[in-house]
Every structure is written in structure tokens, then in C-alpha cells.
């Protein structure tokens, strides 16, 4: 049986401040024992429509800037600051990832190299990205299949084993809820994927595990 790995999901916990984030990682990796320390990376422009881009914070409280562009810009490091981030992670001895949430985002970060690179379920179909990655990157590429549809699944499969890829591909069995029940957590979609695709995939995870450093703010 190969060991689980633990993977602290900071994403933008941060805050925006590079200073927390290396603090955050020093905790994860000093305190928690984790693998894997596991940011995010947005390109705002790129992901949201104008009017997504200029609406205000739909929870103000919680707000970086005076819309919700504005929020997540502040809330993004450019490239050379994962850069660093992933400088700090090998010194104290984890591995660094991060999820993409747009081409622009997996253009600035596959030159880093990492290990794996995590694609959220809310982009799992975003196959002019997955395209790039396929084409671009080397690495592992890990996916979440919440609020994905049976149909959208095979469409994933599909797409990775049309470019050559499948066997880099990881698949997440990930009830998309923060926090999760559970009674809800539905471990047996486990066995499922692995009845429907266990023969054509390396491996799959799950995500129902005790991620460290947990978000505790709604954003």
C-alpha cells in the first residue's frame, strides 16, 4: 500500500501578503507534517467577465478592494513570487503546488516545474487549458470532479487519453462543499471511479482527507 500523502491547502489564506504565506508553510510543514503545500493562481482579467470584474464582494466584510476584481488581484502573487513560495517549500523540505484557474495562470506556472499541477472542479472543463498543459507540461495533473456530471467526466477521460496523457492523470473524488458533513462525504464514489476507470487510469485519490490549514475564512 503506498503511503497518503497530506496536502496543506493554503490557497489564498494569505491574504495577499508573501510574509504569511511563507509563515503558513513553515506551520504546514513544521507542525503538520504535510507533503504538500497547495496554493492558487488566478489570472482575474481572464476569469471573470466585465461585469463579474466590477460587481462588489458578494460578502463586503470579507473584501480586499472595492469590487471583486479588485478582491482577487489583491489577493494573487505574480510568478516570481511562487517562485519564492516554491524556494521556501523545498527548504523546509515539502513540495510546492498550486491550482490554475485559467491559461494565463498554467502559462506563468508550469516553467516552476512542480510536481503536480491541481485543476479545481470549477475549471475541469476548461479544455483549451487542459490543451496547454497537456502540450506544455510535464508533470502530474490532478483534478477534482465536483459538480461534475457523469457525461463531463467521460468527456475528461477522454480528452486525456486522446492526447496521450491519461497516464499523468490523477482524478479527485471531491464533494465540493467547505466544510464537508460527514454524512455527506460519499467515500464510495471511490469505488465507483475505480469500477469506470480504474482499467484506464494510473490512480485516482480522494479529497475527503483532513487537508492542514483548512480555510477558515469564507472568501
Same mark, same amino acid.
Given at each position: ?31 503538520? &507534517? ?17 461585469q =463579474? ?20 488581484e ?6 516570481? #513570487? ?9 527548504d ?8 490554475v484557474?485559467? +491559461?494565463p495562470?498554467?502559462?506563468e506556472?508550469?516553467? +516552476?516545474?512542480?510536481?503536480?499541477? &491541481? ?10 487549458m487542459? &490543451? ?20 463531463? =467526466?467521460? #468527456? ?5 487519453? #486522446? ?12 464533494t ?6 460527514? &454524512?455527506?462525504?460519499?467515500?464510495? =464514489?471511490?469505488?465507483r471511479?475505480?469500477?469506470t476507470?480504474?482499467?484506464? +487510469? ?15 475564512l #469564507?472568501?
Open positions: 500500500m503506498k503511503p497518503i500523502k497530506i496536502v496543506a491547502e493554503i490557497g489564498c489564506n494569505h491574504k495577499g501578503d508573501i510574509n504569511i504565506a511563507k509563515e503558513m508553510i513553515s506551520v504546514a510543514a513544521t507542525y503538520c &507534517k504535510v507533503d504538500v503545500v497547495k496554493f492558487q493562481k488566478r489570472s482575474p482579467r481572464a476569469l471573470l467577465s466585465e =463579474e470584474y466590477n460587481a462588489p464582494h458578494p460578502n463586503p466584510m470579507h473584501a480586499y478592494g472595492d469590487t471583486y476584481g479588485n478582491h482577487r489583491f489577493l494573487e502573487f505574480d510568478p516570481e #513570487q511562487h517562485r519564492r513560495l516554491k524556494g521556501w517549500c523545498e523546509f523540505g515539502v513540495a510546492y503546488t498550486t491550482s484557474w485559467d +491559461l495562470s498554467a502559462q506556472i508550469v516553467p +516552476l516545474a512542480p510536481g503536480f499541477i &491541481k485543476i479545481p472542479a470549477a475549471c475541469n472543463t476548461s479544455f483549451e487542459l &490543451k496547454y498543459l497537456c502540450d506544455h507540461y510535464t508533470g502530474e495533473i490532478h483534478l477534482s470532479l465536483g459538480m461534475t456530471t457523469r457525461a463531463e =467526466e467521460e #468527456q475528461i477521460v477522454d480528452f486525456y487519453e #486522446q492526447n496521450g496523457r491519461l497516464r499523468d492523470v490523477v482524478l479527485y473524488a471531491c465540493s462543499g467547505y466544510p464537508v458533513a460527514f &454524512k455527506d462525504i460519499c467515500l464510495l =464514489e471511490i469505488v471511479l475505480n469500477n476507470y480504474g482499467t484506464r +487510469l494510473r490512480r485516482l485519490v480522494s479529497r475527503a482527507i483532513i487537508w492542514a490549514l483548512r480555510p477558515i #469564507q472568501r
